[in-house]
């Protein structure tokens, strides 16, 4: 069992790969200011795909594609960013269960164990 001890470890080094993979997620590549906001640019490293986000009257997360001239880009990025947030959401509650699995009731478990024999 002793060299099994690392094994204990990987839900927590992929907890800090999914955190870090999440914190950079997009690159920030510039802005625009304008008289009623700014916008800011950045790409998605997971998609490829390019994002504005929106600060004044319209504010919001909105592909950088024009919706009339490049509907379908607008289209695929949209469901590529929800497909990939919605995996790394999966991937992030399968490893908070085997973390807890893991770590926090085997623990329950020897404490009830222990007050069962007599």
């Known amino acids: 069992m002793r060299g099994a001890r690392w094994v204990k470890w990987l839900p927590i080094i992929f907890m800090i790969a999914l955190v870090l993979a999440w914190v950079l997620r997009y690159d920030y590549v510039g802005t625009k200011t304008y008289s009623d906001g700014i916008i800011r640019f ?3 490293r997971w998609t490829s795909y390019k994002w504005q986000d929106v600060f004044g009257k319209y504010s919001g997360t909105y592909p950088a594609y024009n919706v009339k001239d490049q509907e379908d880009l607008w289209d695929r990025s949209v469901r590529a960013g929800k497909i990939a947030t919605r ?4 991937l992030f509650g399968i490893d908070a269960l085997w973390l807890l ?15 069962s024999t007599p």
């Open 101 to 115: 699995f893991d770590n926090v009731l085997p623990p329950v478990r020897r404490r009830s164990l222990h007050r």
């Open 42 to 44: 950045k790409v998605d």
């Open 87 to 90: 995996a790394w959401w999966f």
